[in-house]
């Protein structure tokens, strides 16, 4: 088995976090553990999650291509380089209190801030404007709430692959960067994982599904995609709107 210098051990050791346990104790034994281990041995259906526990927890992975039993190319987490251990985070994430949560989800009446859907408070996620593997949690957190926002289960997702995708977050680290993100501030941003783009959110909900059907049979007629063709809908509005106030 490699050796590993005695403070890697002792943070390894002592994460209790069930899921980073696992890959912890696993790749002390084995070297290393794939997607199929996380997947067929251990039952996680969502593998990539379970090393950013370990990763918030301050254990540096690195992640490589291997092959399944089947020969089939699959990913796989090693240790990575043990000097660039984060021991502010041994204790791992904060636990939010139901209060902290309530009050998020009153300041935005129960939307996801990112694709502005209405839910159920349960259905909610809190999540950190700034990855909490980037920059962890302040020790009073609770009294920062606009570090944090609620998102649905989907939206969580898509930032999670986002962010974990982004350059910031595999070299830099910078907390800025990730402040003028849209994953970070979607109320106010000027890139989106380090590109120059804009995007748009739109949910439709009860009776806006009918708008939402009535626009869709109109792209189907035109034979352009949905998204396509309510862009060209608001920028002719925009140019009429234009046109207007510079005749005025």
Known sequence: MK?????????????????????IDHILKHGFITTEDLEKTYGYNHPPRAARDVREAGIPLETFNTKSAGGKSIAAYRFGDPSKIRNNRVDGRQIFSKEFKKSLYDANNGH??????????????????????????????????????????????????????????????????????YW?????????????????????QGFEVNFFDALKKEADKGEIALPDYVKSLLINYMKKKK????ND
């Open 184 to 204: 970070g501030r979607p109320e106010n941003y000027d890139h989106i994982t380090l590109e120059k783009i804009r995007r748009l959110e739109v949910t439709w």
């Open 3 to 23: 050796k590993y210098p005695k403070e890697f051990l002792e943070l390894a050791k002592s994460i209790t976090n069930k899921r980073a346990k696992i890959v």
């Open 243 to 246: 046109t207007a106030e510079h």
């Open 112 to 181: 996801c801030y990112i694709c502005n859907g209405k839910f159920e408070e349960r259905y909610l996620q809190v999540d950190h404007r700034i990855p909490y593997e980037i920059n962890g949690d302040d020790t009073n957190f609770q009294q920062n709430s606009d570090d944090y926002m609620l998102l649905c289960a989907s939206c969580n997702r898509a930032k999670s692959w986002s962010c974990e995708h982004c350059e910031n977050w595999i070299e830099a680290k910078d907390v800025e960067i990730c402040l003028k993100c």
